[in-house]
């Protein structure tokens, strides 16, 4: 299993980037795909998930409405559009899936490091100001 992150870059605040996450996961669309970063000198943090039927999108209030977490289950790939960047998301970015098959958890573990079995290698994102 192999998660490849990229689209990462340096964008001036107020900018937008899109990254991408392509899946070597053969249960792609039956896996919870996230998001998460890790800013220097910080712990690793959750931005967003999107649940195995994509009918449930979860969001760390810091990028609600400026993050939009998609996938495209037909070419393995995770997404996640960011718009309106601030200085404050200068990171790098980390995909992530789970292993367990039409799983659906509670809202609170699907911001939660432990639900997540396998790990991109991760895409850095800054932003002037």
């Known amino acids: 299993v192999q998660l490849q992150a990229s689209g990462g870059g340096l964008v001036q605040a107020g900018g937008s980037l899109r990254l991408s996450c392509a899946a070597s996961?053969?249960?792609?669309?039956?896996?919870?795909m996230g998001w998460f970063r890790q800013a220097p000198g910080k712990e690793r943090e959750f931005v967003a998930a999107?649940?195995?039927?994509?009918?449930?999108?979860f969001y760390a209030d810091s990028v609600k409405g400026r993050f939009t977490i998609s996938r495209d289950n037909a070419k393995n790939t995770l997404y996640l559009q960011m718009n309106s960047l601030k200085p404050e998301d200068t990171a790098v970015y980390y995909c992530?899936?789970?292993?367990?098959?039409?799983?659906?958890?509670?809202?609170?573990?699907?911001?939660?490091?432990?639900?997540?079995?396998?790990w991109g290698q991760g895409t850095l994102v800054t932003v002037s100001s």
């Open positions: 992530a899936a789970d292993n367990r098959k039409r799983t659906t958890y509670s809202d609170y573990e699907y911001s939660r490091r432990w639900i997540y079995d396998y």
């Open positions: 996961v053969w249960s792609f669309g039956n896996s919870v």
């Open positions: 999107i649940s195995w039927s994509d009918s449930r999108l």
